[in-house]
């Protein structure tokens, strides 16, 4: 190009030219711009910006991916650059070739060449370093001296390369505590603000807190808040305009005034509620009939206790009669059904652990002969390719499956 000569895509004079069209020049740079996509011949690709590589014997013109075949990750320093074969016949960069190692201008330790100036844990600490002055313009005096101690203790707890990668997102967390304390407040009050949901994605500035004596976490104040949460979202998945949803949510009310006197806890409430929601979707928002409660206890035999209260409310409000009984012989039946897929599944794929003959064995006195498995119970291998489980001092004998083979 002439010294007063632009090029038409980017505007800059002055430089080389790769292109002349029309209309007028094109520098280097845009120049791949303006030809038609080609083909690469040896991996298909197809790429503007084909070009030979005479240093790996390619005279025919590639894309730039082939052109760096010979580029990859150094066996010592880490970076993506050209490698060469070592003697020792690992892979390095050029520096790490001719260099060696140097020492880190930060801390004075050896380091592999081809990391420059600093070694990776100096690089990291710096970038740490500034960001946690970066998330202190935002805070306050109080909190930001606190966010300083934190991302300290942060990198002592995960190392400065997690801790620089995750510093910045606690930022808005303490931010708002700024905003609306101004210092570390009690954790009742971090709960009814943040909840116990939002605490988790901080934990570890919980922890922090905690481990430091700046505040002191409450199990049950968690706990609750926690099955608040739980009761909101099944309040929000149960319509109220239908006639079974309506009566859904006047039992939850009759619940939270029972909570209010003392008379029941959060917990009791949780589980009464999600079982009578259940119920409710059973019947697709009708008000629930008698084959609409059998059909529930025979799935769910052990909710008779949690779904008992719903259906007297409903008998009282509806002058129903309706009886919460469960079918013990079809919930045997369904139990011993599920017993034996879950045996057949095991027999497809037996596995020679002591955790399978465990499993196995649990599965199989339950199937067999009736009886639950205790944690302590004896395993012993018996004859015939089976095994003696111990129940309250009475041996059981059970097949055991061959492994390597399929049933």
Sequence with gaps: MRPDEACIRCGRKGRPTGLRRPE?????????????????????????????????????????????ADHATCQACGRHRRLFEAEDGRLLCRRCMEEGTRLCGRCGNPMPAGQGKRCGECYWKELLEKRIRICQAGLGNGLAEEFWVFGRWLETRRGAHVAALKISKYLEFFQ??????????????????????????????????????????????????????????????????????ALWHAFRKRLMARLEE?????????????????????AEGCVPV?????????DKPGQRANITGFVNFINEAQGMSLVPQT????????????????LIAMMKNPEDTQEFRTKWAKAAVRYFHGRNLPKDGNLRD????????????????VPLPRTGEAS
Aim: aromatic share 6%; proline share 5%; glycine share 6%.
């Design 24 to 68: 007028g020049a094109v520098c280097n740079s845009c120049a791949p711009w303006f030809r038609e996509p080609e083909q690469c011949p040896r991996c298909g690709r197809m790429s503007r910006r084909l070009a030979r590589v005479l240093r790996l014997g390619i005279d025919e013109p590639v894309c730039p991916s082939c052109q760096r």
């Design 176 to 245: 708002e505590i700024d905003a609306i304390w101004g210092h570390v407040p009690s954790y009742r009050e971090l709960v009814a603000r943040f909840h116990a949901e939002g605490l988790r994605r901080v934990r570890l500035a919980v922890r922090w807190m905690e481990e430091s004596g700046r505040l002191e976490v409450d199990e049950k104040v968690r706990e609750e808040d926690s099955e608040r949460r739980r009761i909101r979202e099944l309040k929000e998945g149960i319509d109220a305009s239908t006639a079974g949803g």
């Design 262 to 282: 003392g008379r029941t806890s959060l917990r009791s409430i949780r589980m009464v509620l999600s079982a009578s929601a259940d119920l409710v979707r059973r």
């Design 290 to 298: 008698q084959p609409d409660l059998d059909a529930y206890l025979v």
């Design 327 to 342: 079918d013990d012989r079809r919930a045997k039946e369904r139990s011993r059904a599920r017993l034996e897929r879950q």
């Design 382 to 397: 018996a004859p015939r390719d089976g095994l003696l489980a111990c129940v309250n001092g009475q041996d059981y004998w």
